[in-house]
Structures are given as C-alpha cells and as structure tokens.
C-alpha cells in the first residue's frame, strides 16, 4: 500500500481487515446416548464460491467442558483449531472455534468434530453454526445405544423424516429436526431412567394394553412354545421368539424355579448368556446388531409327574422383558395318550358321542413319524407390518400396540456359556424305543393371562377303553340279566 499525501492522511481513513472468504454450509450434529455417557459428532459440509478457504469458524450454542477434536475427512490428523475471544465472536452464549486448514481448500469439503461426556443429569446440546458463512442449514439427528432414552426439549426445532435404510436394518433414532443456525436455538437433552425389567405375564399383557414399550423399542410379534413330554414326565421344551428390534441392545428371559435351561440360541447358533446379579433364574440374551428381525430359541427342560390314566398339564413358559403380542402352546404327547374329550374345544351337543367313541374306540389323532418328530412344521410366522411409504421411515415409530390395534442390571457377573449337550426338544422321548412313533400335538392360542394357567388334560387311553368296554360288558350283562328275569316272569 503506498500513500502519497501523507499530510492530509488522518488517523482512521482506513483500516486493514482480512477478505472474507464466500462460501456457504450444511451442518448435521449428532447427538448419540450411549446409556452413561453423551456422544456428540458435527459434521460441517463447506461449499467454497470464490477465494479459497483457509480458515473455518465454528460456533457452538453452549460452552463445552473440553475441547472437540476437529478432522477433515479422509484424515484422522487432528486440525489446529483454537477459541475465539467472546468480543470475537457471536454475544448470545456458547463458544467460537477457529480451524485452520492444513491448505487452502477452493472445492467442497468437510469438517468433522467431536466431544463426549458424561449423561447423568439435563444437559443442553450444542447446536453448530458457521457465523461467516452466506448462507447455511442445520439438522440434528439424536440417536442412542443401550437400553437408556432421552427426552428432547427444544420450541425452535421442526421435525423431519429419517432417511430410509436398507431393509433388515434399525436405526435407534429419538428424533430429527431442522434448526435454523442463524437463530440462537437450545435444546435440552434429559436421561430417562432405564426400564425397570419386566416379567410375568400379567406384567406383559398390561404393557400390551397400554402400548408400552417401557424404552425397549423391541417386541416379540410371536412367542411359540413346543414342549415335549414323556411318559416319566419329564418335559424339553423349546421357546422361539419372533422378535422385532429396533434398536434394544439385549432382553433379559426369566424361567420359572422347576425349569432348568439348557441353551440359547440366536438364528441357530448357541450364544452366550450372562446371568442377572439379582436373579438366579434370569438370563441377559445380546440381541444381534443391525437385525431387525431375529429369532431366539430358549431351550429348557422341566419334571411334570408321571404321566397316568388323567393327568393335567399346565405350560412351563419362560417370561420377557419384552411385550408379547400372541403367544402359542404347542403340546405333543406319548403314545396312547390323548386330550380328554370333557376339556376340547367342540360343541356341547357332540362332546357326548365323541366321549362314547373314544371309550370304545379311542381318540382321533394323527401319528406323527419320527423323523416328522424330530422336524416339527411350526405355524407360519406373523407377517411383520408394512410402512405405507417405502422411501420415507418417520423417526417416531409405533409400537405394535398402537399401530396394529386388532392385536391385542445386571453387574458384571463373569458371562456364562451353556455347555450342555445340545437338547433338541424331542430327544428325551424319541431315545425312548417305546416311544418313536404316534405322537399327537395339541396346539393352543393362549392370552398373556392364560401362559402360566391354561390346563390340558390328559387321558390314557387303554386305560380308558379298559373302562369303557367294561362298562359296557357289565350294562349288556345287567340288560341280559333283566331281560332273563321278565321272561322268567311272563313264562310262570
């Protein structure tokens, strides 16, 4: 700069300032819950128009305990970056950081930072600006992992759909806005606390009524239970869970105090399982990540008495953590025994003459081969629901409850791995020679209500018919006896 009149010249006919660079951006902050902690991600998209980009401001609506670390992408070599002095920067609050490029950048580009801290109490989060920019967007997207929810609270924050991921996939997303960076927007973050654990079926079916998913953001569409019982009265049964997730880390299976567990099973595969600190009879299952539809096999086996002329059996059910929609018992019984005809499901009208068949002639029921035994069909699945938009997933999800209305901590205890020998849910009875073929399965739709108080009762039938072709030569010996008599009678 050379001046010629020197004289003239005063004191504030000008000034040096640096040219602005013009460029414009789009900023996306994260805010990711992981149970104790809060993750936070920023990441700014700059679109250089004219000079090259030397320098970045950054400015965050609220003041930060510790300093982010700034990258570009496609580098993990943290950027010098340092904090601009609040006469600086903006007056409404918060912080302002200056990033330095590693050189001057006249392309798109995109800056990454991050911070992370403790999530025990309300914490404001902050939200990024670019305070010399021309023009700029800004989103935020919350997510989580674990178990722990949050509550956003915020007045200046227009939600918008999530983007549509590929099918199979979850995204465990709370919410996501568009916020306007040129505005001073706050948003307050608060932990909900994590959802006390669940189990018994009464437990279940009032969180079905209610809706509830009690933070789980997982559900089971259809529990199906096969149990096995031989005629010693041991019993191996095999509970397969048809699960929805999104987004829940793991559940918990609670077995009742005369059941032993055997495995568990994650599409086929045993996994391991950790037992609850709390509880003896409880198991923590890690769902599988990314999987929105898994199916859990729980095998047990339990003692019911021995099997005698009548009997009554009851379901040995596992409880959930997790709602449960429709629940299905599926008995399969020894040869020569079969479901009394006094507690079937037929017309009243025709329980008379089928009871008089079955004395005579037994019951009606079709044997099963052994090899069919050892590979049950099961019922066709629920087919899981539908969204009216393929390309466009709300943020807010329904839970079955509420979008289907027609239907109705574990310390660090040292992870346990079931090393049993694998139990197939009809071994007990088919290593029995006796008992290789003729089985019969009675299939039951049970209510949350009814899972642990349904009863079905059994008959032996020889036995039955024993009776039944006794009474019947004992009623032909009494009508021949009284015949016999009136004719006596009538001859004298």
């Known amino acids: 700069l050379l001046v010629l009149d020197t004289d003239s010249l005063r004191d504030d006919a000008f000034a040096f300032v640096r040219q602005r660079s013009a460029f414009s951006g789009e900023l996306l902050v994260t805010a990711e819950v992981d149970d104790e902690r809060l993750n936070q991600q920023f990441r700014i998209q700059c679109y250089p128009r004219s000079t090259p980009l030397r320098r970045v401001q950054v400015h965050l609506s609220e003041p930060l305990d510790s300093s982010p670390k700034w990258t570009i992408d496609g580098s993990e070599t943290p950027l010098a970056a340092s904090r601009v002095s609040a006469s600086a920067a903006t007056d409404d609050g918060g912080e302002t950081w200056e990033i330095a490029l590693p050189s001057p950048r006249s392309g798109p580009f995109v800056l990454n930072g991050r911070i992370s801290g403790g999530?025990?109490?309300?914490?404001?989060?902050?939200?990024?600006?670019?305070?010399?920019?021309?023009?700029?967007?800004?989103?935020?997207?919350?997510?989580?992992?674990?178990?722990?929810?949050?509550?956003?609270?915020?007045?200046?924050?227009?939600?918008?759909?999530?983007?549509?991921?590929?099918?199979?996939?979850?995204?465990?997303?709370?919410?996501?806005?568009?916020?306007?960076?040129?505005?001073?927007?706050?948003?307050?973050?608060?932990?909900?606390?994590?959802?006390?654990?669940?189990?018994?079926?009464?437990?279940?079916?009032?969180?079905?009524?209610?809706?509830?998913?009690?933070?789980?953001?997982?559900?089971?569409?259809?529990?199906?239970?096969?149990?096995?019982?031989?005629?010693?009265?041991?019993?191996?049964?095999?509970?397969?869970?048809?699960?929805?997730?999104?987004?829940?880390?793991?559940?918990?299976?609670?077995?009742?105090?005369?059941?032993?567990?055997?495995?568990?099973?994650?599409?086929?595969?045993?996994?391991?399982?950790?037992?609850?600190?709390?509880?003896?009879?409880?198991?923590?299952?890690?769902?599988?990540?990314?999987?929105?539809?898994?199916?859990?096999?729980?095998?047990?086996?339990?003692?019911?008495?021995?099997?005698?002329?009548?009997?009554?059996?009851?379901p040995v059910a596992a409880t959930f953590d997790l709602p449960v929609l429709e629940t299905v018992w599926r008995l399969h019984l020894p040869p020569n025994f079969a479901v009394d005809s006094q507690t079937a499901s037929i017309a009243p009208s025709l329980r008379w003459r089928r009871a008089v068949r079955e004395l005579l002639f037994g019951a009606e029921s079709s044997p099963l081969s052994e090899m069919d035994a050892l590979a049950l069909p099961l019922p066709e699945p629920i087919e899981p629901p539908s969204t009216e938009s393929p390309g466009v997933e709300l943020a807010s999800t329904e839970s079955p409850a509420e979008s289907n209305a027609t239907r109705a901590e574990e310390g660090p205890n040292p992870a346990t791995v079931v090393t049993a020998d694998p139990v197939g849910p009809w071994e007990t009875a088919l290593n029995n020679p006796e008992n290789k073929l003729h089985w019969h399965a009675v299939e039951r739709l049970l209510s949350n209500d009814e899972a642990t108080t349904t009863t079905i009762r059994l008959v032996h039938l020889p036995t039955r018919r024993a009776f039944g072709w006794a009474a019947l030569l004992m009623a032909a010996a009494i009508g021949w006896r009284i015949a016999r008599t009136r004719m006596s009678v009538l001859a004298a």
């Open 119 to 314: 999530f025990h109490q309300p914490t404001m989060l902050a939200l990024a600006s670019l305070p010399e920019a021309d023009s700029q967007v800004g989103r935020l997207l919350v997510t989580r992992r674990g178990d722990r929810r949050a509550t956003i609270e915020a007045a200046d924050l227009t939600p918008i759909p999530v983007d549509t991921f590929q099918a199979g996939e979850y995204v465990p997303v709370l919410g996501k806005y568009r916020y306007e960076p040129s505005h001073s927007v706050r948003v307050r973050l608060a932990p909900e606390p994590v959802a006390a654990r669940v189990t018994g079926a009464r437990a279940t079916a009032a969180r079905n009524e209610t809706g509830d998913r009690g933070g789980a953001e997982a559900w089971i569409w259809r529990h199906e239970l096969e149990t096995q019982v031989a005629l010693d009265g041991s019993a191996s049964h095999l509970a397969r869970l048809r699960i929805e997730n999104q987004g829940r880390g793991r559940f918990a299976v609670s077995l009742p105090s005369q059941a032993e567990l055997k495995e568990i099973r994650v599409a086929g595969v045993a996994v391991m399982v950790t037992p609850s600190e709390s509880d003896d009879s409880q198991w923590l299952v890690e769902l599988p990540a990314g999987e929105r539809w898994p199916v859990i096999e729980v095998a047990f086996v339990s003692q019911y008495p021995r099997l005698r002329d009548r009997v009554g059996l009851q």
